[in-house]
């Protein structure tokens, strides 16, 4: 394959021949595709990297098409997962780009298995308890990753590569309290492209230079206000006894914390996850569903609104995973759950 696409970007001395060389030899794991994610793999594809595999457990929803780049409105009349939609449009802009879509929760259970053929990880997540999922995979593994978020008109970006920078459990030794979310604050797109720039910038940087010069800063951007600031880690790493990178503790990839059942961050929306593996015959299930309201099927989901619950909509993924939009009340989508899926 030439390299002829890539031009105007080698003839940036800090990646060069060599860079893009290497940039092309490289697989990522991108961690969830919504406002991050979809920026990030846009950026990525178009800068030519090896492989790129996606793994999110949503769809594509109205809402999203204020901030998620890759994604339109045929996608949410469709029902597309976002990783399928995703790949599909991908696909498009770089051919020579290896895609995979994989339409699934990220657990304890697949996170290694995810993760075995890739050499880098990038954050595109909305929640501190996947995040330190994937914390633990990368000391496990060693494999480096990029962690990004952003909230209102702020966010923040670091690089971990485990032994040679700060991890996330240096910097939060234990999942933060929740105060503001996307539902309350709300997120500005323009945040989202900074910080999920900086992200891939960060990815490009570690794949030219190599372990050379790992960047061991925090970065913090309000967007709003211009304002940045650059938070040395290396400090942090040095003067603390981190439970994680230091002690060895894998919390989260041994499953000791964390839940399957959570509520999605600006959709009003829970998801519920069967406690083991689930194989879901949804044609078969669509007969049935379509006898009690609304009811469409694609290869990835089911889509039912049920008459006697007007105000819902429950998206049912093969793996059995359902997420009820229409409520925010964990107790109420585990009681729908049982009603339709018998446990």
């Known amino acids: 394959m030439s390299l002829e696409r890539y ?27 919504g406002a991050l994610g979809s920026v990030i793999a846009d950026s990525l594809v178009r800068a030519g990297i090896g492989a790129l595999r996606i793994v999110d457990r949503d769809f594509v929803d109205l809402t999203n098409l204020q901030r998620q780049v890759l994604y339109d409105e045929q996608d949410v009349q469709q029902h597309l997962p976002k990783a399928v939609a995703a790949v599909a449009r991908l696909r498009r802009i770089n051919s020579e780009v290896t895609l995979e879509a994989r339409v699934t929760d990220v657990t304890p259970q697949n996170m290694l ?3 075995h053929d890739c050499d880098l990880i990038l954050d ?5 308890e996947t995040r330190f999922l994937i914390n633990d995979a990368s000391l496990e593994t060693g494999i480096p990753w990029v962690s990004g978020g952003v909230l209102g008109c702020s966010g923040q970006v670091f690089l971990v590569v485990p032994g040679a920078t700060a991890c996330l459990r240096c910097l939060l030794p234990e999942e933060p309290p929740q105060t503001e979310t996307c539902d309350t604050a709300g ?41 940045w600031q650059q938070i040395d880690l290396a400090p942090l790493r040095s003067a603390a006894v981190c439970p994680a990178c230091q002690g060895g503790e894998r919390a989260w990839l041994r499953g000791a914390r964390g839940s399957r059942s959570v509520v999605l961050c600006g959709r009003n ?11 879901i015959d949804l044609a078969s299930l669509e007969l049935q569903w379509a006898r009690l309201g609304k009811c ?10 049920p008459r006697e619950f007007p105000d819902l909509e429950l998206h049912l993924f093969a793996d059995g995973r359902l997420i009820v939009k229409g409520t925010e009340d964990l107790a109420r989508a585990r009681t729908l759950y049982s009603r339709y899926l018998g446990g």
Do not use: H, Y
């Open 113 to 115: 298995e995810l993760l």
């Open 124 to 128: 595109g997540t909305d929640n501190f």
């Open 296 to 305: 469409t099927r694609n290869p990835f989901l089911l889509w039912f609104q």
């Open 269 to 279: 929306a829970v998801q519920i996850a069967p406690s083991g593996e689930k194989i």
């Open 187 to 227: 997120v500005l797109g323009p945040a989202v492209n900074i910080i999920a720039s900086l992200q891939v910038l960060r990815a490009l940087q570690w794949i030219c230079r190599g372990d050379a010069e790992p960047n061991r800063f925090l970065t913090v951007v309000d967007a709003w206000s211009g304002q």
């Open 7 to 33: 031009r105007k970007q080698m003839l940036f001395a800090p990646i060069g021949t060599a860079g893009q060389t290497a940039i092309r030899g490289t697989r990522v794991l991108l961690v969830g595709c």
